[in-house]
Every structure is written in C-alpha cells, then in structure tokens.
C-alpha cells in the first residue's frame, strides 16, 4: 500500500519532542471517518502490503491533547496566548507549516487536522501549492510538514524512503540516524517501522478498502500493478471488437 500520511522534516523540526506532540495533536482517525465514511482505515505500519514480510502492526501515536501538550512542555512551549496558541518564554510560537497539493478531499482532510491540532495549542498554517512547487520544496527539503504518497515499490525497498542518499522526493523525512541505518544494513522491516515511530517522522494515513473501476468492454487498459497511474497517465486504448 502507498504510505499515505504526513511526513515530517527532521532537518527543519530537529526537536524530537515537538515532532511527538504534533502526531499526537492531528486527529488523523477522526479526519478519516469524516473523510471516508467508513470506506477507509488508518494504515498501522509503513510497509503495508507485503505478506509475511510486513510487520503486523506498530505502534501508532494516536490523538491525545494531555500527551500533546506534555510533549510541547518538553520542547519548551509552556506558555499558553491569547489566542491558544502555545509560545516559549521568549515568545516564539508554536506555528508550523503544512505542505500539500490540494484538491477537495486532501483540503477538507487537511483542514480536520488543524483543527485539532489548535485544541492542542498547536498552530498549523496550511500551504496549498501546485504540484510542480510541491516537489520543488521537497528537493530543497525546505518544507515542515507535507502531505506525502508516492507508489510504494513492489517489493519491499526501505532505502528507497530512510537511506541517507534517497531521493527527497520518496524521502521527505530528511533523516540522519544511525539506528535507522543500521536497521536498513539488517533489512529488518519490522525493526525500520519501530524507528519510524520512535523517531516520529510520519503519521500514517489510510486505506481504501475496495476499489471500484468500471469501464466499457472495448476499453483496454494495459496490464499493471498500479491501475490508476496507467489510467492517469492515459496508458489504455480501444480495441475493434469488445
């Protein structure tokens, strides 16, 4: 499965108990439900998809403002303004960036979480940008938080997303951690979707449940495992006779 979610940068959030606070401030099962309509479920591992080979399950930092706001403390956002919104004692404020290409869904998913996360005294600015921007600030690894998917390889393939030399495109994180990189050595994917959520760099998404795709008998669309990339991409034809 694609590993919908939000990633977080952690080059330009280098504290880790900010990143802590801010997965437990998104209400990300709740965004879902209104989103989906029963249709979906949150993901509980990266690497989904792959039998065996998947980890069951991980663990998952789910809402909770108490545990948000302890984390936000740690990090050293202990003054509330007047607005809610959490400061420092020299009054920086908790206020943070949220990347993505919008459409309807994503925004109205979006705008869930950012409510939630200003219950929790954290301010989430949203940035809606083209899709050529998108990637342009991810090259530059510029961004704070993004809303991230990409087609998740065949195969499992770890380093395509955590190896220090990834593409930022397929590595949003910006991670430098030596217990990820000698995780990714073992190939131990159980052991890489441990330090996903110890590290907090991303919170996962969902899944679809069923698929519906309907098409007329002479259409043909050309085998391949990622349906609707071919049919984004106009990869089908039509044929003679149904």
Not at 27 to 52: C, I, N, P, S, W
Not at 95 to 107: A, D, Q, T
Request: charged share 20%; net charge neutral; glycine share 6%.
């Amino acid at each position: 499965m694609p590993p919908y979610g939000i990633a977080l940068n952690a080059r330009t959030l280098p504290n880790r108990d900010l990143r802590r606070g801010l997965l437990q401030a998104m209400d990300m099962d709740k965004a879902v439900e209104l989103m989906m309509r029963g249709e979906g479920q949150r993901l509980t591992t990266f690497h989904t998809g792959y039998g065996k080979a998947s980890p069951k399950e991980t663990p998952q930092y789910r809402f909770n403002p108490t545990t948000a706001r302890e984390c936000f403390a740690a990090a050293g956002y202990t003054e509330s303004g007047s607005d809610g919104i959490l400061r420092k004692a020299d009054g920086t404020r908790l206020s943070v960036r949220l990347l993505y290409s919008p459409n309807e869904k994503i925004s109205a998913l979006l705008a869930n979480l950012i409510r939630s996360a200003a219950t929790c005294g954290a301010e989430i600015v949203p940035e809606p940008v083209p899709w050529q921007v998108c990637q342009r600030r991810l090259q530059e690894r510029s961004h704070q938080l993004v809303f991230w998917a990409v087609p998740a390889p065949d195969r499992p393939n770890p380093d395509l997303f955590f190896a220090p030399d990834a593409a930022p495109d397929f590595s949003p994180f910006s991670l430098d951690s030596p217990e990820m990189n000698a995780a990714l050595q073992q190939g131990n994917l159980a052991k890489i979707d441990q330090l996903v959520y110890e590290l907090a760099v991303w919170l996962p998404g969902w899944k679809e449940n069923r698929v519906y795709l309907a098409h007329q008998p002479r259409i043909r669309i050309i085998p391949s495992p990622w349906c609707f990339d071919a049919l984004d991409a106009h990869l089908f034809w039509v044929a003679d006779k149904p």
